[in-house]
T-cell receptor, first 110, second 111 residues
């Protein structure tokens, strides 16, 4: 099993709709998780952190399910500008070393 | 002001050549990183320096050599370039280990 697995998508979402996708991780000892966003041909940027059960930031909600070892990201009221690849990130046992998933592509259409 | 900058942005070179990529951050962070993102979009860490000291050294060919002259700069030198080295190389820096700020990337094409 890969350390971090994501559905590559693409998830094609009409503007204004809700989209959700998951990320599974293998290290049951992981305590914190992160979602980064990467626009096409751009650098990744931190979107949200997930420490306990979940986190909400505006239209974005991240949830953690420790029992099943997955985190999810939900985007409500999707905007065209939400089109991007969303990278699930899980810390490893080494300080500063993050394990990035391959990303889930979201395409918001008018 | 650019927080993390890299030069060059694009690099096209032939197999066997030696090339360097430079990275600078003006965020005052102590830790800097080099990542490689291949054609399948996997972002993999290569090296990390904390205050000029190497702290992460992943399994990469020894043709790759990082160098940190000071904590604001982290350069990557690559010897004897191979076709498989073609990728986007990202530099990043952080104060908190989880919030890493990435540079715009250097798109390396080896022909």
């Amino acid at each position: 099993r890969k350390e971090v697995e994501q559905d590559p998508g693409p998830f094609n979402v009409p503007e204004g709709a809700t989209v959700a996708f998951n990320c599974t991780y293998s290290n049951s000892a992981s305590q914190s998780f992160f979602w980064y966003r990467q626009d096409c041909r751009k650098e990744p940027k931190l979107l949200m952190s997930v420490y306990s059960s979940g986190n909400e930031d505006g239209r974005f909600t991240a949830q953690l399910n420790r029992a099943s070892q997955y985190i999810s990201l939900l985007i409500r009221d999707s905007k065209l500008s939400d089109s991007a690849t969303y990278l699930c990130v899980v810390p490893t046992d080494s300080w500063g070393k993050l394990q990035f998933g391959a990303g889930t592509q979201v395409v918001v259409t008018p | 002001d650019t927080a993390v900058s890299q030069t060059p942005k694009y690099l096209v070179t032939q197999m066997g050549n030696d090339k360097s990529i430079k990275c600078e951050q003006n965020l005052g962070h102590d830790t800097m990183y080099w990542y490689k993102q291949d054609s399948k979009k996997f972002l993999k860490i290569m090296f990390s320096y904390n205050n000029k000291e190497l702290i992460i050294n992943e399994t990469v060919p020894n043709r790759f050599s990082p160098k940190s002259p000071d904590k604001a700069h982290l350069n990557l030198h690559i010897n004897s370039l191979e076709l498989g080295d073609s990728a986007v190389y990202f530099c990043a820096s952080s104060r908190e280990w989880y919030e890493q700020y990435f540079g715009p990337g250097t798109r390396l094409t080896v022909t």
